[in-house]
């Protein structure tokens, strides 16, 4: 489960990932590039030794920040011409480029640069922006200049199960190291999320890695897990957390009711972390009121335990061939 | 050295203010009384268990916040009268009242609440200011329900040796746990507040903790100590380090100069802190001009480190009777 990262996971240090058990951390091409500029990083030894990670690192393209974060966008078949959230500066983020930058990071696995289709789109759009990034995917691999790290491509297709399937199918031919089933979790109501999922997941032979990105709540990644998928990337434990919404395996609760102002019991009284070890509900709901930054780090080491331990149980619950049973108790618990 | 919290020293959590050597902190009476409440901290065993710190905890009297954040106020006879910061609430803090909240946060060491004094102030101003801090000094001590905690009194006297001086008689006369030199760093000359303790430290008798308020940089810590004082608090440390300003033996260094942007070495090559011995100026750099949280946390386990290690330091050398080398020393470094 890779947690997000401008080069740090908002209020953690590496090393407390490390004791919460990831194994690997996702650093946000766009945001490196940009600030401090992957030039630097690559002068000062890379990412991991810039921000003393020592495990995996897996890099996004960019594309997606280009289009949910940057003022202005085009996309051409060269590539997304965009300005700077930062300070409007324009950028030219093409195939080759996404590749250079995170190869300079030292990433442990890239990820293709594709283009990002809304929610809704129609069908002409769809295969049309979908093509493209075939072709950016083919480019991407021209462009690697060493074996170091893992290139993974990104499927495509909207919600067409026509478009995604005939996308996984050029993309195996292309032959990459893992795959990602992209353009998921964009509004998209959740029976189309695990359809698309559905349809294109078992067309991926079970050596490779399939990664499903931007996904989700604990049950996503239950379903999605159920349907054989091995990754996942979200903001949601660590954004959630900063907001005071907490994962627990009764369901989540929100910090700043006023019911938990004198609740001396922990978040979650199964929870093992150092958040439930140490504080009540009733201090982080203090904390969150005062908006005090040990708030942020408190509610995210909870959620960022949670999520790594959910993942841990059902790798586990696989490897004992009982995760059949695994799902059932995990709706059970939540239910009452 | 005490460090300032409203139930949470910012960035840090207690068991890394332990772990930093910090053996006291200070809780805001006048944050803590309105947000969460001390009766429901009392209800919820005190503010040690609240916020799990288990060595001693110094709370202040309230009256400096309802000087400095509060949107009205009047001085009384009868006591303070604010309005609250948070929600406009109209609230009155009599002595009593300081006691009554100190004693339901479990303080080990509680302040009596005093006027402040603003500069520059007449000489009759002052006068009967300080004259009103005696007769609250006089009401605390009454207002005590047990000897749990200790209580110390606040000199106060503007910058009027004369009035200083027969303030500091008059407390010692009604008896107290220890003295706070207080009023002081309030926008006077530094010769001016080192004039203020000089004439005022030598009448206390060692036997007492003397202590100074919100004093000061390192520069004005080794100078009072070789004053004679005993304690301190300052939000410098912590709030310079929320801004990038980052103390080291050998002066301070702003971390977003562009200098630092390549520069693999740490803060201070001395400095064996946690944040020294894990990342770069050019990290450091990077995480403060991103705004990320782990900034916040990594400056000020620095800052602390710096300052907690000033005062071991200067408490080594007067038991070790070198006090005199020591500070020679500490400004030879920092002229270089």
């Avoid at 393209?61 to 011409?81: H, P, T």
């Avoid at 759009?125 to 991407?140: E, F, G, K, N, P």
């Avoid at 359809?195 to 997941?201: A, L």
């Avoid at 408190?298 to 049973?325: K, S, V």
Wanted: hydrophobic fraction near 40%.
């Amino acid at each position: 489960m890779p947690v997000g990262t401008q080069a740090s996971v908002k209020a953690l240090t590496p090393g407390e990932l490390y004791t919460l058990g990831a194994e690997i951390i996702l650093g946000n091409t766009y945001h490196l590039y940009l600030r401090p500029g992957h030039n630097l990083i690559r002068a000062l030894g890379g990412l991991h030794r810039f921000m003393n990670w020592h495990l995996p690192i897996l890099t996004d393209s960019g594309g997606f920040q280009v289009y949910s974060l940057s003022s202005f966008r085009k996309i051409e078949e060269e590539g997304a011409i965009f300005r700077s959230h930062i300070d409007g500066s324009l950028h030219h983020l093409s195939p080759e480029l996404a590749i250079e930058i995170q190869e300079a990071l030292g990433a442990d696995i890239m990820m293709c640069l594709d283009t990002c289709i809304p929610y809704p789109a129609g069908l002409e759009q769809v295969r049309s922006a979908t093509d493209l990034t075939t072709r950016w995917a083919q480019r991407c691999l021209m462009a690697r200049t060493s074996d170091k790290s893992l290139l993974f491509a990104i499927v495509q297709g909207g919600m067409y199960r026509q478009v995604r399937q005939d996308h996984t199918y050029r993309l195996l031919e292309l032959g990459f190291d893992g795959y990602a089933l992209g353009g998921l979790s964009v509004g998209e109501p959740k029976e189309m999320l695990f359809e698309m999922i559905e349809c294109s997941r078992p067309l991926i032979p079970d050596y490779f890695p399939v990664y499903v990105m931007g996904v989700g709540t604990p049950e996503d990644l239950v379903e999605c897990v159920a349907m054989g998928v091995d990754m996942f990337d979200c903001v949601m434990p660590t954004r959630n957390a900063r907001n005071g919404m907490l994962f627990t395996s009764f369901g989540h609760i929100v910090i700043k009711n006023a019911r938990f102002a004198d609740d001396e019991g922990p978040i979650d009284p199964e929870c093992g972390c150092y958040t439930c070890r140490n504080y009540s509900r009733a201090y982080l709901r203090h904390l969150f009121m005062a908006r005090e930054l040990l708030s942020y780090r408190l509610n995210t080491i909870h959620n960022l335990y949670y999520y790594l331990g959910l993942m841990t149980e059902m790798r586990r619950a696989i490897e004992e061939d009982r995760f059949h049973r695994f799902r059932k108790d995990f709706y059970r618990k939540r239910i009452k």
